[in-house]
Antibody, heavy 114, light 112 residues
Framework: EVQLVESGGGLVQPGGSLRLSCAAS????????MHWVRQAPGKGLVWVSRINSDGSSTSYADSVKGRFTISRDNAKNTLYLQMNSLRAEDTAVYYC???????WGQGTLVTVSS | NFMLTQPHSVSESPGKTVTISCTGS????????VQWYQQRPGSAPTTVIY?????PSGVPDRFSGSIDSSSNSASLTISGLKTEDEADYYCQSYDSSNHGGVFGGGTKLTVL
């Protein structure tokens, strides 16, 4: 059974940092490009970042460029999103997914508030 | 930057057919694959169409996707509507300029 399980969300103060993880199982993780997408409360899906299958190429939304870093460890079948300098507007549920799997995680909530 | 535009909402009766459009802002929407996602309230999204017109296993053939290059748009068609199809639907593709992802704003489908 294919699974993507996100973790690492929580409450953080503005300016703080969090690292999200997405543990993959049930498919050949190293063969798939992976993405992070987020959804603020009551809003639509917004693309955040993507990484290619071997980790050599990444891309970011303008809103997170320079603050977020996507990475992966294919030996551990895990995708990461390092989030620094967090702002209130980063508050959202964060999902990992692979469009061409297609696979989705269940999401992890990040709340940025003092 | 490349953008995708969807209607805010559509509604149709059970048993009927509905089509949701997704229009690209520039370039050719046919240059990159388009995916369609369904999201029911309180749940994570799921894929109903990937690579323009492919259905994941478990998605009924009532769901179909297509590309119209003349209007630079993609479409999701759902036939034989059921009340369980009521959800938000998002299209997704790529911005060729930066190889980043792009989502449409979402369409709320009401089946009544």
């Amino acid at each position: 059974e294919v699974q993507l399980v996100e973790s690492g969300g929580g409450l953080v103060q503005p300016g703080g940092s969090l690292r999200l993880s997405c543990a993959a199982s049930g498919f050949t993780f190293s063969s798939y490009w992976m993405h992070w997408v987020r959804q603020a409360p009551g809003k639509g899906l917004v693309w955040v970042s993507r990484i290619n299958s071997d980790g050599s190429s990444t891309s970011y939304a303008d809103s997170v460029k320079g603050r977020f870093t996507i990475s992966r460890d294919n030996a551990k079948n895990t995708l990461y999103l390092q989030m620094n300098s967090l702002r209130a507007e980063d508050t959202a549920v964060y999902y990992c997914f692979s469009p061409f799997g297609p696979f989705w995680g269940q999401g992890t909530l990040v709340t940025v508030s003092s | 930057n490349f953008m995708l535009t969807q209607p805010h909402s559509v509604s149709e009766s059970p048993g009927k057919t509905v089509t949701i459009s997704c229009t690209g802002s520039s370039g050719s929407i046919a240059s990159n694959y388009v995916q369609w996602y369904q999201q029911r309230p309180g749940s994570a999204p799921t894929t109903v169409i990937y690579e323009d017109n492919q259905r994941p296993s478990g998605v009924p053939d009532r769901f179909s996707g297509s590309i119209d290059s003349s209007s630079n748009s993609a479409s999701l068609t759902i036939s034989g509507l059921k009340t369980e199809d009521e959800a938000d639907y998002y299209c997704q593709s790529y911005d060729s300029s930066n190889h980043g992802g792009v989502f449409g704003g979402g369409t709320k489908l009401t089946v009544l």
